[in-house]
């Protein structure tokens, strides 16, 4: 019923550690019923550069401008992979967003730590979230059985990819929009507020885990769409 002839109709969501794409359902279901053509990238998670390449060849896909959008690391994947010229505007979700020359781990630097996000690294170098602290940390808005799910299909990221430094920043060229989740106990609230407001973002607060992408559907939606409205100016 919905027409979308004078927005952006194309969307690109982009997970972040520790989880596949299957988060972003409520997200998809909202948005292709307005509408929009949603795409939905796997990460492979194995090393930034990949992910990179992964979302670049949705992006190929795409028909014209598109909304990018990163949850989490996904965030810096997006920072990095949103220069391509269909997109038009980024939205970042509880997401990390370096500048150029910048890695993952140094956005935490000078940010208090986050004691329930407790990660195990495995002997090859990949990351796992504790088991036993999954909920709390990740994902304490879901209810049991959708935490244990998240828990127990979870995709372990190879932890060097946070120590790989991004090329690029698209944000600097590109308008962005950020959805902070104020319980997340994945970063600390002042760094995910630091880095919306140094990339110039948009921001929309919303109580929530770091699973927001998955809880809270809605609000993410409704964001992505104000992107795909506003952005459109902007669009080639």
């Known amino acids: ?16 550690a520790f989880a596949d794409g ?21 990460n492979p998670l194995t090393s930034l550069a ?3 390449a992964a979302t670049r060849r949705v992006l190929d896909l795409q028909d014209g401008p598109t909304i990018l959008v990163g949850h989490s690391w996904g965030g810096t994947v997006i920072t990095e ?10 939205v970042y979700v509880s997401a990390l967003a370096p500048d150029a020359g910048e890695t993952t781990a140094q956005q935490y ?9 407790v990660i195990d690294v495995t002997d090859d170098g990949y990351g796992f979230l504790n088991h036993d602290m999954f909920k709390a940390g990740f994902a304490a808005d879901a209810s049991d059985a959708d935490a244990a799910f ?24 590109k308008p962005s929009w950020a959805v902070i989740a104020t319980e997340d106990k994945a970063f600390d609230q ?6 919306a407001k140094r990339i110039g973002a948009e921001i929309t607060n919303v109580s929530a885990s770091h699973a927001l992408f998955m809880t809270q ?10 992107a795909a409205r506003n952005a459109a100016g902007s669009a080639r």
């Open 1 to 16: 019923m919905s027409t979308i002839d004078h927005e952006i109709k194309n969307v690109v969501l982009v997970h972040g």
């Open 22 to 42: 299957s988060g972003w359902r409520g997200v998809y279901d909202r948005l292709t019923a307005r509408g929009y053509r949603v795409t939905i990238v796997q």
């Open 50 to 52: 990949d992910d990179v």
């Open 81 to 90: 992979a949103g220069v391509h010229p269909n997109v038009a505007g980024l």
């Open 109 to 117: 630097e000078g940010f208090a730590p986050t004691p329930d996000f």
């Open 150 to 173: 998240l828990r127990d299909t979870q995709v372990p990221v190879n932890m060097a990819a946070f120590a790989t430094p991004v090329e690029n920043a698209a944000w600097r060229d």
């Open 190 to 195: 002042a760094m995910l507020q630091h880095m």
């Open 217 to 226: 559907p809605e609000v993410v939606s409704d964001v992505i769409i104000t």
